[in-house]
């Protein structure tokens, strides 16, 4: 009885004095806690926080369709940026610039990253690309170059083991090579995007789909049929020297006990620039209808904070875009080999018109590795064509 | 004609209704006014309890339209006694009307506009600028107009001086949108139709990202790139529907036959065991053989390699993939087919076997002669209503394959595998379609169509119009 | 129905030898020609397909397996022709009767033949079975290639002596069960079990009535257990931290849906069924026509329709609103499935009823729906079960993992951007798959009987 009156009582109150928020959040396990744990101590100030757990890739779709209708939440814990400008033009997240008041302790890139139309729309967590990591029993020395590279990874191979893998139809994982031969998404003039100038199909870009061809059809390494998952479970399973993969998958290898090390995947043959994967910034949204915006931002800045990155660090083994946790993370292996290829990588863009392209361009990356010696240029050009279609 | 048995009361309201089309005309109408009055008396109500009680929950004009049909109906049934016979249409009825006939109306709507992620009617908070307004509340000064030449451009009006456009504002917490709209502009400086009532201190403006409709602009775009997805996703879905029906009634007739054998012993066990792939629940197997038919590591190719054949790209080769969607087909189908042959079998009558053994007919002759033709009866409708399944059977696609792998010369939403329904799935809703939903509501339509034409050729030859006639 | 001259072909009710036609004749040969042809090609094109292809390094090939196979078989039937033979010999001089040697070979070679498709049907299931168990969070047979065990050398089965509960553990992470809740699921779990015996003991020809009372009291049990356990079952009780920790829940939220959606089912479309199959007024013909084609709209194409609506509502995001747009979805095809059951009903016992002076609902509710017990658990599990499985309206109309149903908690395991799940998903699997499996052996007779005669699939 008392409780229902409790219950009652706070039912009444008027409601600024507490904010109720809801957190959408993609985080599982250990990094969920972590979260769980900053809600509390967020509520300690007289605030109510829900998390709600959502798939990575629904939480875009899922924003845009339910935050108008005001059933969406008021912080986003966390997105990339390569959807950050088509949720902005659909008007559903909030503008964060008057809400941050020292940029300072982020990496720049983070910052560019969630910057649209000259807005912050979003403060940066954690960065991720893709590094080669490599088992150290299997592979004494990292290879730095491709000749060695080609050596370690074909000694390895046969008979039921692997010298590399990586999943070759996916174009995330492998822009750091269509970059290094002179592809491009949208060409970056002085840090504007011009979304006409498309080079993922240009001469580089071809040379690029011959390369990643080669891997599977002509030094006979990645097999068809290899996904991020085969890749993992191969290396987890002691039977892969090398292959291509982001902080993601830290996690298991660690469990799995295997000895390992991180570096940068080699400049490829012929190529005419270093190897550039693609640089993803996560980073904390306001919902531009939330009712409590003053609340959500003070939760998305508690969590980003360089103490609050650390503790998360820990609980995940994610690369913090804040300057002094990294600082306090440098003796960290994963830190720092992800940390090298973040800094040699390119941002992914982020205005609207990626979202034409990630369709398009994947499946042509995938053609082109379907079966040997193709028409690399036709396969792109069609791509091209689509995506300069669909973004109008 | 069943004989309706009159009541022994006579009233001078008839019980029976009015024949022909004036009385269907006449029982909707009165449906119809009766649902509209009940709608409209609920959503009185609600909006009265809304007012008294701002926490009541939107759905009970649900409750409110049920509760006033359940009072008129017996006062209509009293002004017109025959129509107790549409009461017991009536749950049913409801149920449509809201739940399926008012979507579709919505997404026919949709098919004619440019609706999309972003041309979602919401308001842009990326190109938000900070405003003022004046004193008499009429004139809103926009601080600039971001990628915009002018307000103009800013706007997307089609006039010059943008009357009926729509400007949002905002306070500066910009939590709870305001729209007015526009009656001209000049400069940075937007003139509003009416003075601003909002509760708000205006500081900040956008844009609204309305959608428009656009005719048939959805159609011309589907059509004119007919050849990269319509055209062969079509083919590929007769193409599987019809072969996927006849290779699972093959299959299943085989077994089924081999299984109504009444000296095969322990044929129970065999049944029991078969029957297995038909109780797991697709969305489980399904997902199940992704992971074994992998080119690599799954135990199909393991399996093959035992046998010395070559590691097969099931799924990974847009030829490959398409017998394997057959192949999963064929084992979630077959027990079905299985089942149904048996007690279709087990329904001919014994002694036209005897009879025809002692004639000096041989088993295979029997087969021919006997069980075929009396399995064509009860097989018709299983196999139609089995094409029609499988034409939209969407699982299938969406788990195994979700349309891939990619082939040449098609659009990324339109792949190797996709069938019409997973076509209009990715253009709405995968990440390959970038939400374009009235796109996707377009592609609806031509499926509902296409599905129609076959559905009456189906019909006709099932006999449903005669059954459901009768 | 009976008055309407019947316009099927009658079967025939005796054997009648007929000469077919000259087309009649030639045509099953052009059909068998045509698909010959069919398969020829394709094979053509699969071969060419598979021309250039490098050979796996990862899969243990035995050359010329398929001789040894074929020379097996070949070996193998040679054994039962001789086995035939005896068994043959022997069964003459027992019986003393006639017994045709082809038979008994023909049944000893149909045996082979269904021994080999069950290996094929169901070695996968047993697969997935076994990698529940396996730690390593993969459904992929790694090979083996120093062992000398062929099985273990091709990765055709996996290794046993690593297996542990671990996804199972999984599963269950942090969840919070009171004892009277595994007391209920105990009885739940019996009692489909005897259901199960019980159904076993009917086939085996049986049946009496005592069974039949047995099994209603028993079922009655297992639903009471089952409602209780479903409604009381809350998102508390899960605490722990990952998405697979919230499996049961998500069981339990599918089995309230399915349950009250199939339930529904039952009350939409029975008197539309009804009013179909025997009231004769004008308009009946062509409303039946509107249900079977509206139905034909791709509805999940128009769900962000549906999402519009159940917002409206103040429906989105709870299972109301996920229960209603199922419901909507059924109608057609369960008023037509009990529209042809009433059919089939002799229309003398209601007319006698009627004639005692019930009005038409009388006879509906007091004699027509006792009658039809058998139908509408069809109806109900043919709902239950579509429901169960169902997972694209679930996914856009739900968020948040605590309102997840089996489906949606499935997909994720496997449809996970980076991280795949395959171990969990097979332990989620074969518990998830487990009530399906067991409602469909427990009905099986109510379930063929439905489904074959509705002409439909699942």
Same mark, same amino acid.
């Given at each position: 009885?008392?409780k ?7 039912a009444l ?22 979260l ?13 926080t829900t ?22 939440p008021?912080v ?8 950050l ?9 909030e ?21 649209y ?8 967590m954690f960065?991720?690309?893709v ?9 004494s020395?990292?290879p ?14 046969g ?7 990586a999943?070759?139809?996916n174009a995330?994982?492998?822009?750091g ?9 949208f ?11 498309i ?10 789909s ?24 191969a290396?987890?399973?002691g ?6 993969t ?10 799995a ?14 190529a ?9 910034v ?6 531009a ?24 660090n ?17 003796s ?5 080999g992800?940390g090298?290829?973040i ?9 609207p ?5 990630w369709a ?7 053609q ?17 064509q689509?995506?300069?279609?669909n973004?109008? | ?12 309201r008839?019980?029976v209704?009015?024949e ?41 004009i ?7 049909l ?18 017991y ?32 009617g ?5 190109l ?7 004193a ?12 915009s ?8 009006c089609?006039?010059?001086g943008c009357?009926?456009?729509?400007l949002?504002?905002f306070?500066?917490?910009?939590s709870?949108?305001?729209?007015a709209?526009?009656?001209?502009v000049?400069?940075l ?9 909002g ?5 900040? @403006? ?7 409709y ?17 055209v ?14 006849i ?22 066990i ?11 629940? @697709?969305?489980?197997?399904v ?21 010395g ?13 398409k ?22 079998l087990s ?24 069980t075929l033709?009396?399995?064509?009866n ?12 499988n ?12 349309g ?7 659009? @990324?939403?339109a792949r ?19 939400q ?5 509501s377009?592609i ?7 599905t129609?034409?076959i559905?009456?050729v ?5 006999g449903?119009?005669e059954?459901?006639?009768? | ?7 099927d ?21 052009l ?6 042809v ?13 021309q250039g292809r490098?050979k796996? #390094? ?6 010329r ?11 193998a ?14 069964g ?6 006639k ?12 045996h082979l ?10 070695y996968p ?13 993969s ?8 062992n000398?065990?062929?099985l ?11 297996l ?9 992470e942090?969840v ?30 049986r049946?009496?009535e005592?069974?039949n ?15 209780v356990?479903?409604?009381?079952m ?5 605490g722990g931290?990952?998405?697979?920790s919230?499996?049961?829940l998500?069981v ?7 349950g ?7 009350l939409?479309s ?10 004769? #007024? ?13 139905q ?5 194409l ?11 509502l103040?429906?989105s995001?709870?299972f109301?609103?996920?229960?209603l747009?199922?419901s909507?979805g ?8 009990f ?7 002799p ?12 009005t ?12 039809s017990?058998?139908?509408?658990? #069809?109806i109900f ?9 169902e997972?694209?309206?679930a996914?856009?109309?739900?968020t948040g ?11 994720s ?6 991280s ?7 332990a989620?699997?074969t518990l998830?798959?487990l ?9 099986q007779?109510? #379930?063929?009987?439905g489904?074959?005669s ?5």
């Amino acid at each position: 009885m008392k409780k229902a009156l409790t219950i009652l009582s706070l039912a009444l109150l008027p409601s600024a004095s507490a904010a109720n928020i809801t957190v959408w959040t993609h985080f599982g396990g250990g990094e969920l806690t972590w979260l769980k744990d900053q809600a509390a101590a967020f509520d300690k100030k007289g605030n109510k926080t829900t998390i709600v757990s959502v798939p990575f890739d629904q939480i875009p779709d899922k924003l845009i369709q339910s935050a108008p209708k005001g059933q969406g939440p008021d912080v986003i814990v966390t997105l990339p940026q390569d959807r950050l400008g088509q949720l902005a033009s659909a008007g559903v997240i909030e503008p964060m610039d008057k809400y941050i008041t020292s940029k300072t302790d982020f990496d720049k890139t983070g910052l560019t990253a969630m910057t649209y139309q000259g807005k912050l729309f979003a403060i940066p967590m954690f960065a991720e690309s893709v590094a080669l990591v490599y088992n150290k029993k299997l592979v004494s020395k990292a290879p730095t170059t491709w000749a060695e590279f080609l050596k370690v990874a074909q000694d390895n191979t046969g008979n039921g083991k692997f010298g590399f893998l990586a999943d070759l139809n996916n174009a995330y994982m492998n822009y750091g090579v269509i970059s290094a031969y002179g592809g491009y998404v949208f060409k970056n003039t002085g840090g504007t995007l011009n979304t006409k100038d498309i080079g993922l199909a240009n001469a580089g870009a071809d040379k690029a789909s011959a390369f990643l061809n080669d891997l599977r059809y002509k030094y006979n390494l990645v097999p068809e049929g290899v996904s991020g998952d085969v890749a993992k479970g191969a290396f987890t399973d002691g039977r892969l020297a090398m292959y291509l993969t982001g902080p993601w998958d830290m996690g298991d290898i660690k469990k799995a006990g295997i000895d390992y090390g991180i570096t940068a995947f080699p400049t490829p043959p012929g190529a005419s620039g270093k190897w550039s994967p693609f640089v993803g910034v996560q980073g904390t949204m306001i919902s531009a209808y939330s009712k409590q915006k003053v609340a959500a931002a003070g939760f998305a800045k508690q969590i980003s904070s360089s103490d609050a990155q650390l503790a998360f660090n820990k609980a995940g083994g994610r690369i913090p875009v804040s300057l002094s946790a990294r600082t306090k993370l440098k003796s960290d292996p994963v830190v720092v080999g992800f940390g090298k290829s973040i800094s040699a990588g390119t941002a992914m863009p982020n205005v609207p018109a990626m979202g034409a392209v990630w369709a398009p361009w994947s499946a042509a990356i995938a053609q082109s590795v379907q079966k040997p010696n193709q028409d690399y240029k036709q396969i792109l050009d069609k791509a091209v064509q689509e995506i300069s279609g669909n973004i109008k | 004609m069943t004989a309706i048995p009159h009541p022994p009361h006579s009233t001078v309201r008839s019980t029976v209704p009015p024949e022909g089309t004036r009385g269907v005309l006449l029982a909707v109408l009165i449906l119809a006014m009766m649902l509209g009055g009940a709608t409209l008396l609920g959503w009185l109500l609600s909006g009265l309890t809304a007012r008294i009680y701002p926490e009541a929950p939107p759905y009970m004009i649900l409750v409110y339209v049920l509760g006033i049909l359940l009072v008129m109906m017996p006062v209509v049934s009293r002004l017109f006694p025959w129509i107790v016979n549409w009461y017991y249409l009536f749950p049913a009825l409801v149920f449509l009307a809201a739940f399926t006939v008012l979507p579709i109306i919505l997404t026919v709507n949709y098919a004619f506009t440019n609706y999309n992620a972003v041309n979602s009617g919401n308001p842009d908070s990326s190109l938000r600028t900070t405003a003022t307004i004046s004193a008499d509340k009429r004139v809103i000064t926009l601080a600039e107009t971001p990628q915009s030449q002018n307000v103009q451009e800013y706007l997307r009006c089609d006039t010059p001086g943008c009357a009926g456009a729509t400007l949002v504002l905002f306070d500066d917490q910009a939590s709870v949108p305001y729209r007015a709209k526009v009656a001209s502009v000049s400069g940075l400086q937007v003139t509003l139709a009416a003075p601003f009532t909002g509760p708000i201190e205006v500081a900040r @403006a956008t844009r609204l990202n309305s959608y428009t409709y656009v005719g048939l602009e959805n159609f011309r775009e589907i059509f004119g790139k007919a050849s990269r997805a319509l055209v062969p996703v079509f083919i590929w879905t007769v193409v599987f529907a019809f072969s996927t029906v006849i290779i699972n009634a093959l299959a299943g007739l085989i077994l089924g036959i081999l299984l109504y054998n009444k000296n095969l012993k322990g044929r129970n066990i065999y049944r029991t065991l078969l029957f297995l792939p038909w109780a797991i629940p @697709a969305v489980i197997s399904v997902q199940m053989w992704v992971a074994l038919f992998n080119q690599q590591f799954g135990i199909v190719n393991k399996g093959l390699g035992l046998l010395g054949l070559a590691a097969v790209p099931w799924l990974g080769d847009p030829l490959w993939a398409k017998i394997s969607v057959l192949f999963v087909n064929l084992w979630l189908g077959f027990p079905y087919m299985m089942t149904a042959t048996i007690s279709a079998l087990s329904t001919i009558n014994d002694d036209l076997y005897e009879a025809a053994s002692i004639d000096g007919a041989s088993r295979w002759q029997q087969i021919v002669n006997i069980t075929l033709p009396l399995l064509r009866n009860s097989f018709t409708p299983i196999l139609l209503s089995g094409f029609a399944f499988n034409f939209n059977n969407f699982g299938i696609i969406y788990l195994l394959t979700q349309g891939g792998p990619d082939q040449q010369g098609r659009e @990324a939403t339109a792949r190797s595998t996709d069938i019409l329904l997973s076509w209009g799935y990715n253009t709405a809703f995968a990440s390959s379609g970038g939400q374009n939903f009235a796109l996707a509501s377009a592609i609806a339509l031509i499926i509902f169509f296409l599905t129609l034409a076959i559905s009456l050729v189906n019909f006709k030859a099932a006999g449903v119009f005669e059954e459901a006639r009768k | 129905m009976t008055t309407m001259p019947s316009q099927d072909a009658t079967p025939p009710e005796v054997y009648v030898h007929q000469e077919p036609g000259v087309l009649r004749k030639a045509l099953p040969w052009l059909i068998i020609a045509a698909a010959v042809v069919i398969v020829g090609v394709l094979a053509f094109y699969l071969n060419r397909n598979m021309q250039g292809r490098p050979k796996s #390094f990862t899969i243990f090939f035995v050359e010329r397996g398929w001789v040894r196979f074929l020379l097996f078989l070949l070996a193998a039937s040679g054994v039962l022709a001789l086995t035939s033979l005896l068994g043959q010999r022997i069964g003459m001089a027992r019986t003393g009767r006639k017994i045709s040697y082809s038979a008994v070979l023909g049944v000893q070679l149909t045996h082979l033949f269904l021994m080999l498709v069950v290996l094929v049907a169901i070695y996968p299931l047993f697969y997935v079975l076994i990698a529940a168990f396996d730690p390593r969070n993969s459904l992929f047979a790694f090979p083996d290639f120093s062992n000398p065990n062929i099985l273990y050398k091709t990765g055709l089965l996996p290794r046993l002596e690593v297996l542990s509960y671990e996804n199972f553990q999984k599963l269950f992470e942090g969840v919070a069960i009171p004892l009277w809740q595994l007391v209920l699921a105990g009885i739940a779990g019996a009692a489909l079990t005897a259901l199960l015996i019980l159904a076993m003991i009917a086939r085996a020809g049986r049946e009496s009535e005592g069974l039949n009372q047995t099994r209603s009291w028993i079922m009655r049990v297992l639903i009471v257990a089952l409602v209780v356990l479903v409604f009381f079952m809350g998102p508390s009780q899960f605490g722990g931290s990952t998405n697979e920790s919230k499996f049961l829940l998500s069981v339990r939220n599918t089995l309230l849906v399915s349950g009250i959606t199939g339930f529904l089912a039952i009350l939409l479309s029975t008197t539309a069924g009804y009013a179909m199959a025997r009231l004769r #007024f004008p308009g009946r013909f062509q409303t039946l026509l509107f249900f079977i084609f509206i139905q034909m709209f791709p509805v999940f194409l128009a769900l962000v329709a549906v999402y519009t609506l159940m917002v409206l509502l103040g429906l989105s995001n709870t299972f109301t609103g996920l229960i209603l747009a199922y419901s909507g979805g059924a109608i057609a095809f369960n008023t037509w499935i009990f529209k042809g059951y009433v059919e089939s009903l002799p229309e003398s016992l209601e007319e006698a009823a009627m004639v005692d002076g019930a009005t038409r609902w009388q006879t509906f509710i007091k004699v027509v729906i006792p009658l039809s017990g058998g139908i509408l658990v #069809f109806i109900f599990l043919n709902q239950f079960i579509g429901t169960y499985a169902e997972f694209i309206l679930a996914n856009i109309l739900l968020t948040g993992v605590e309102k997840w149903t089996v489906g949606i908690m499935l997909l994720s395991f496997t449809q996970g951007q980076f991280s795949t799940k395959w171990g969990v998903f097979a332990a989620a699997a074969t518990l998830g798959a487990l009530p399906i499996v067991a409602l469909f052996y427990g009905f099986q007779g109510y #379930f063929v009987g439905g489904t074959v005669s509705g002409g439909v699939k699942e």
